[in-house]
């Protein structure tokens, strides 16, 4: 299983969507700060949040719809989705 998922930040409500096959280890590596020091998660706040997630069989799958995620219907999709 892969799965898609959206993170919210603590300090500055931003947002990160990323697609992993284990989701409470990328959630740790995302909240601790020597894992990887140039990555947007470091950069863009702290105390990230799992807000969203789906599942998928593929990563192809999650690849697709992490992408479409990502686009500008994705994110506005996405706003209306967090804000119920």
Known sequence: MFIVYVLKSDTGGRIYIG???NIVKRLGQHNDLNFDKKS?????GRNWKLVYKEQYHTRREA???EKQL???KGRD???TVLAK
């Open 19 to 21: 697609q992993t096959n």
């Open 40 to 44: 947007y998660t470091k950069l863009s």
């Open 63 to 65: 690849l697709n719809r």
């Open 70 to 72: 990502k686009s500008h």
């Open 77 to 79: 999709w996405l706003k």
